[in-house]
Structure formats: structure tokens, C-alpha cells
């Protein structure tokens, strides 16, 4: 299960939720009141319990026996979800190697070491606009044409159903093909086909994943005391009304390490706006890794200005690998796991900051699997949107980033060069 431990955070959370109630009730009442309404980009919720579309992608996977690698194309949402899960998730049946940047060294050695033969180009775009993403599916799909008279086998697209450059050069070439479903933005889209894919192809356990995602919609709609999406976002909120302009993300597993990534895109883009009332509001969301992160941020997350709150991820269960005798160590290691390691450090590192009257608290996962990775995400998206209903703003759209799309487009129409 996933769970939450708050005994050092210093908040009492359940005399919080009683106070908070009302306004709680009506952060989940107004969410749920759009849910199906054309453009409220609810539909992350339904993901769960789209099983069709995961019939289509395993059937897609199992009709390719060429494949040694997969050459992910996608930028923001359409790469971070997918490359957090594989990360953790993935045997290694494939290399699924992400292409989520425009420098041109890294994509010439990338090109230069793999095989078309054996290489399958999956390229994600919701718009089918997105600038970084179509120039490098140019170069791929003119790597592939060049090499290939059955090229086309070789490309699979994902992308908006019905509409936008990349739909269409879909069906006009003949090419394989899944949809982004038209309510569920970017970064909420690791459970539709812009991660289930490359999942397949690497071995995840699909159906364990999307089953841990339907524990964390069920929670969503429970009791206070029982909702667990709820109570975070009101330990966000509550911490935000302290001035605490700070969110850490902390996961104690290596596996986890894109996570952050992933869920700084999920909690920076949706939060941070302009709300109802024309104030701008949200915090920033930073990335750390346990224990790598203990020699280096914590010392500010100690011993720095109060104004972050630490929310640690640590696995309760791992392979019981024990700790040999070796040049240095205590005596008392020895015989010890490396999760019994693990463990003492995180819970260290919570005391240490609860002392220094910093705010914290853990979620645990029984385990790092597909099942726990599922319900884990998941309850991020609902912790996000209802963030989003306390404080004022549409945590589905992106406002902010249009700009900066607009202009990089004028700029290279313009034949713009740096500086």
C-alpha cells in the first residue's frame, strides 16, 4: 500500500482536516462537477480504466520481433512519465533511449550506434506542433528512409486523435498509431500510451501499474480520514500558508530517480499562475534523490530558510541483500541489509529536520513495483488538482509556457542566431 507518515511534521493533521473540511469538500465537489466537460482535461482520471487501449498497445508490442531498440521522441510530458516508469519499472527486454533535447552531439552518437534494422522510433506529441520534438523526428525518419525500404514499420506515432500535423502524417503514410485522448493533458499523460508503450516494449507489468492507479481514484473519493490525496494537498496547502514557497521531493531509491523530474513538471506548470483574483500564487517544486541528496541539499534543507516542506518516498520492502564484513565498518553492520541502511537514513534525515523546525513527512510504498509506481502517480495527479481548487487556479492549462513557444518560433523564422 501506499501510505503516509506524519508523526514529525509538526501539524496535527486530523484536527486540520476538521477545520478544512468545508473548504476541502468544496476543492473535490468543484473537480469532480467538471469531470466530462469538453476541455476540463479531466480524463487522467479514466486512464485507469482505459484496458482497450492497453490491449491495442500489447498487441502492438508482441506484433514487432525486430525491435532491440526503442528511440523515444517527446519533450515535457510526452518523455518524463514514460522515462520515471521505465527507469523503475523495465527489464531491459529493449534500450528505450529518450530523445527529449535538440544538442546536436548527443543525437549524431546516438544515431551512430544503433541499428536501424533492430531500432523502433516512437514519436510523442499531443499537438503534433511541438518544435523540438518534429525536428528531431525529422532526423530520425530521414535516418530510417535513407536506410530502410520498409521504413514505416519501423515508426509509431502517438499523438492527438483526430487532429494536428502528426494525425495527419499518420494517415497519410500508413503508419502505426495511438491517441492522446482529447481531455487528458501532457503531464498527465503517463498512463495513456505516451508511457504504457515503451513499458510494454521493456518488459512492466501493465496491467499491476493502471490496477495501482484505480487504488488511488478510489481513495480520492473517500472520507477525509481515508483520503489520502486530500490530506497531502492539505499539508501542501497548509504549509504554503506559512510562507513555505518550497516543495522537495525526496525518494529513497535509485529506481526512483526520475521521478522528481517528472513530478516537478506535474507541480510547477499546473500550479504556478495567476489565480481568480489576479495574485500569483504556487510553489516550487525541487528535486532531490535519498541518500545521495543527505552530502549534498540537506544541509540547506537543515539548516537554511524555513521555507520548504520535504516530503520523503521511501520503500519498505526490498531483496534482503546483507551487508558483508569489509574494511571500516562498524561491527554491528555487518549481517545488516541495505534497506535496513536505507531506512535508517531516511528516518535520520526526517528527525534531523523536524529538530530543526523544518516541515516533513514520508510516503511509504510497500514496495518499488508497478502496482505501488501506479497508485504513487496517480495520487500526485489528484494531490495536484486539488491544490489547484484550493488555490484558485486551472491546474490542467499552461498559459506560461505559450509565450516562450511563440517567440522561439519568431525567432528562427526571422533567422535569428545567439546573441
Not at 59 to 79: A, C, K, N, P, T
Not at 251 to 260: I, L
Not at 276 to 295: S, W, Y
Not at 325 to 342: E, I, K, M, N, Y
Amino acid at each position: 500500500m501506499l501510505g503516509l507518515k506524519v508523526d514529525r511534521l509538526g501539524l496535527d493533521l486530523d484536527r486540520a482536516l476538521g477545520e478544512w473540511g468545508e473548504a476541502l469538500e468544496a476543492a473535490r465537489g468543484g473537480l469532480l462537477a467538471r469531470k466530462g466537460l469538453p476541455g476540463s482535461l479531466l480524463g487522467w482520471m479514466d486512464l485507469p480504466e482505459d484496458t482497450e487501449t492497453l490491449r491495442a498497445v500489447r498487441r502492438y508490442q508482441e506484433s514487432l520481433d525486430f525491435v532491440e531498440d526503442l528511440v523515444h521522441i517527446g519533450i515535457g510530458g510526452s518523455s518524463l512519465g514514460a522515462m520515471a516508469l521505465e527507469e523503475a519499472l523495465g527489464e531491459g527486454r529493449v534500450r528505450v533511449h529518450y530523445v527529449d533535447h535538440v544538442e546536436p552531439t548527443p543525437l549524431r552518437l546516438l544515431l551512430d550506434r544503433l541499428d536501424p534494422r533492430r531500432t523502433l522510433v516512437h514519436v510523442v506529441s499531443k499537438s503534433g506542433t511541438t518544435l523540438e520534438t518534429l525536428s528531431a523526428f525529422a532526423l530520425f525518419l530521414d535516418w530510417l528512409k535513407k536506410s530502410l525500404p520498409d521504413w514505416k514499420r519501423h515508426v509509431v506515432v502517438t499523438t492527438d486523435p483526430t487532429r494536428g500535423p502528426l494525425r495527419r502524417f499518420a494517415e497519410e503514410e500508413g503508419l502505426a498509431s495511438f491517441p492522446i485522448p482529447e481531455e487528458v493533458g501532457g503531464r498527465y499523460s503517463a498512463l495513456s500510451p505516451v508511457g504504457l508503450l515503451p513499458l510494454a516494449f521493456s518488459g512492466a507489468d501493465l496491467e499491476a501499474l493502471l490496477a495501482g492507479a484505480r487504488m488511488a481514484n478510489r481513495l480520492a473519493g473517500r472520507p477525509f480520514g481515508e483520503n489520502l490525496p486530500l490530506k497531502t494537498a492539505l499539508i501542501q496547502h497548509l504549509a504554503y500558508l506559512e510562507g513555505r514557497t518550497i516543495t522537495v521531493f525526496m525518494p529513497y531509491s535509485a529506481r526512483m530517480r526520475h521521478v522528481p523530474a517528472w513530478f516537478v513538471q506535474l507541480h510547477d506548470e499546473s500550479l504556478g499562475k495567476v489565480d481568480r483574483k489576479g495574485q500569483r500564487v504556487g510553489t516550487t517544486a525541487l528535486p532531490a534523490l535519498g541518500p545521495q541528496d543527505q552530502h549534498a541539499q540537506v544541509q540547506l534543507f537543515r539548516e537554511g530558510p524555513k521555507d520548504k516542506l520535504i516530503v520523503l518516498v521511501l520503500p519498505l520492502w526490498d531483496e534482503p541483500l546483507a551487508i558483508p564484513q569489509g574494511p571500516g565498518l562498524p561491527g554491528f553492520l555487518a549481517g545488516r541489509t541495505f534497506l535496513d541502511v536505507l531506512q535508517a537514513q531516511a528516518e535520520s534525515t526526517e528527525e534531523a529536520l523536524a529538530e530543526a523546525g523544518q516541515r516533513a513527512y514520508t510516503l511509504t510504498l510497500d514496495r518499488v513495483d508497478a502496482y505501488h509506481l501506479g497508485w504513487l502517480l496517480q495520487h500526485l495527479m489528484w494531490q495536484t488538482a486539488f491544490l489547484g481548487e484550493l488555490w484558485g487556479v486551472n491546474a490542467f492549462d499552461q498559459p506560461g509556457v505559450e509565450l516562450g513557444k511563440r517567440l522561439t518560433l519568431e525567432r528562427l523564422e526571422k533567422g535569428g542566431r545567439f546573441p
